[in-house]
């Protein structure tokens, strides 16, 4: 059946979902027909969204590809946004303070639409490092610690909105990869407050992530470490863990004052 005629926040929520699905193919743009099954809604919906989108700059379409990318619109919004929000500014000393007190590798990872971009990393001084990230590189919300740690802040419907529309995506991102152990380990997380877990399912690299979250509770971004597992296991996993959680506090504390 075709959807009902969407209102309030439904309607932005299709919006975002939309976005977030361009977002994380800003490169190589994607057809209705995708956005369509990412998204969950039928055609003509999608359809009427997108040219919403496109007639207020925030979405535009290669005619020759039929493929939609990101707008302008949004490029502008972002700039304006940037100062008051200086997300790398507050936590590169939180990232450096962690690598130098544990001695292993802090990284920030922050949301982009429906994945997780490195911000910043720092490297400690033990000599065996676990690089499971470069910084500016980019996974699909599923994939890490630090994801999970992300996820477990928001609303279970979104968890599984997320979850459906990068399915695909992460399983080939990694093909080891599997939905239910992401919502456990989500649930986990959400019991525990902070992530933990073999990073990309490697039993020899462990990570620890706990999520920065703005003053609505929505996740920003997410502080964490890796190490290899022998380092990060037990009391020293708790330790690590409330080490991350206090620099969350003083992290959302000072994004309150901007």
Do not use: W
């Amino acid at each position: 059946m075709p959807d009902a005629a969407p209102h309030g926040t439904q309607v932005i929520q299709r919006v975002a979902t939309l976005l977030r699905l361009l977002a994380a193919k800003a490169r190589s743009g994607m057809r209705l027909v995708d956005l369509e099954r990412a998204a969950q809604l039928e055609r003509g919906t999608t359809h009427r969204l997108l040219q919403g989108l496109i007639a207020e700059g925030f979405v535009i379409q290669d005619r020759p590809s039929r493929r939609y990318f990101l707008g302008p619109a949004l490029y502008e919004m972002g700039i304006a946004a940037a100062p008051h929000l200086q997300l790398r500014d507050i936590c590169h000393p939180f990232v450096r303070a962690i690598s130098g007190s544990t001695g292993d590798t802090a990284f920030l990872m922050v949301r982009s639409g429906f994945d997780c971009v490195c911000m910043d990393r720092s490297e400690g001084e033990f000599p065996i490092k676990a690089f499971s990230v470069e910084v500016g590189r980019r996974r699909p919300f599923g994939i890490g610690t630090s994801s999970v740690a992300m996820l477990s802040k928001l609303h279970p419907e979104e968890v599984e909105r997320i979850c459906a529309a990068n399915d695909a995506r992460c399983t080939e991102f990694l093909p080891r990869y599997c939905a239910q152990r992401l919502r456990q380990r989500v649930a986990a997380a959400r019991a525990q407050g902070y992530a933990a877990g073999s990073v990309l399912e490697v039993p020899e690299i462990r990570g620890v992530a706990a999520a920065i979250c703005d003053g609505a509770g929505r996740p920003l971004a997410a502080l964490g470490v890796s190490a290899i597992s022998s380092r990060l296991s037990g009391a020293r996993e708790a330790e690590v863990a409330a080490m991350l959680v206090d620099a969350v506090r003083q992290i959302e504390a000072e994004l309150a004052m901007h």
